[in-house]
Structures are given as structure tokens and as C-alpha cells.
């Protein structure tokens, strides 16, 4: 059944224009035809309905991620805004950003920090250019900012992702904070990690990681501490 319906699905896909007007029209007439497509006999009951229409709406519910075709339409649309952006770093399901020309250094002298809801992570760091390669040692994390500015509309959201690339070479680029909030224009700090046994030299400029956007259920827009985030 779930393959069936995931076929259904990724045929419907083809029309995404078709796709936005029918869930204009409401639920009601998608439900009726997923049921119809799910070939549920009468007899079967309600509930039985229920739960196959359940199924299929929870394949749906799993591809949000939007692909290059789509992508390239709402950034066409400017739901999407990658500033700056090369037609080539759009990929077939992500964006690859780019670091830009500074980092942030944790202090080596610096005490405990105490992980609280008050503390300022500036306190301890510091700015560095990356004017020349940073030798980033095993087992340390600096923190980078992408170069392009991201915004994107209320009802879409992100993951930054590492490329496979540099992730066989043990460079993480986010500890844990990879998700990009709806509604959010701001450049987006990445918490870069060296987990291998080897230093690795970070390089400004390089298309260090990848955003990948998907569509979120209703509409928010991030107003929280990081919402104007420019710099580090």
C-alpha cells in the first residue's frame, strides 16, 4: 500500500502548479482521492479508511524537500533569496553556501563555561580573519558564517548539511544547531568541528555546506536572538 501510494504521489508531483491549487480547495478533496487511489473497498469500514488514508497522507507528509526545480521557482517567485548566488550552486534537493572571510576562535585560556540561558558565547571567543588558512586541530570547533544572506518565506524551512566531500575527511558543520527557521533573513553561523585524528586547513570562500529547504505546515517568522544575524 505504501508503495502504491507513494507512486500516486511522486506522478502528482510532476504538476506542482496543479498540486497548489487543488490544496487551495481544501483537504476534503485531497482526502477523497487518496481514498479513491487506495482502491478501499466499502466494506471495509471506516476505519479501515481511515487508517489507509492516514498512511497516505504520512507518505506526503515525509516529501517536503524540495528539489532544484522547485527550487529554482521560488527563487524565481523570491520566496527563496540567496544573496549572493551562482546559478551552479543550486543542486538537485540543496543550495551549497559558502564560508565567508571570518571565524570565531573559542579561547584556550578561557574557564568552565557554564552552559545557562544567559550566557554569551562572544564572552568567550574571538574574531579571526581568514585572510590565511585557519589550521582547525582534532577535536576543536570554531564557529563560521556563510557568505550569502538567507530569507525565506514563512512557510518554508531548512537543514545545513555538511558535503559528503569534507565529511569523509572528519569535518562536522554543526555541533547541533543545523535548523534554519522559517521566515528567517540572516547569514547563518556554522558550529565547525574537527572529529578526525588529522588538523584540517579551512579555507574562506569554499562551499563548505548545503541548505536544504523544506516546506513547513502553516506560517512562522523567527524573531528570536540570532534574527539579524550579519555578522559573527
Partial sequence: DHLAIARQVH????HVGALRERELEGGERVLRAFAARTAVAEDEGTRALEE????AMVVCAAMTVLTREVLLEEIAARRIVIEPLAPDQVGPASIDLTLGDEIRVIERNTAT????EDTDYREHTRVASLAQPYVLAPGATIHGITR???TLA???CGLLEGRSRFARLGLMIHVTSAFVQPGVSNRQVLEISNVSGHPLEIHAGVRLC???VMRAEGRASYQGRFAKQDAL
Fill in 154 to 156: 514563512q512557510d518554508l
Fill in 11 to 14: 506522478v502528482g508531483l510532476d
Fill in 148 to 150: 550569502e544572506r538567507i
Fill in 52 to 55: 489507509r488514508v492516514h498512511r
Fill in 210 to 212: 548545503q541548505l536544504v
Fill in 113 to 116: 563555561i557554564p552552559i545557562r
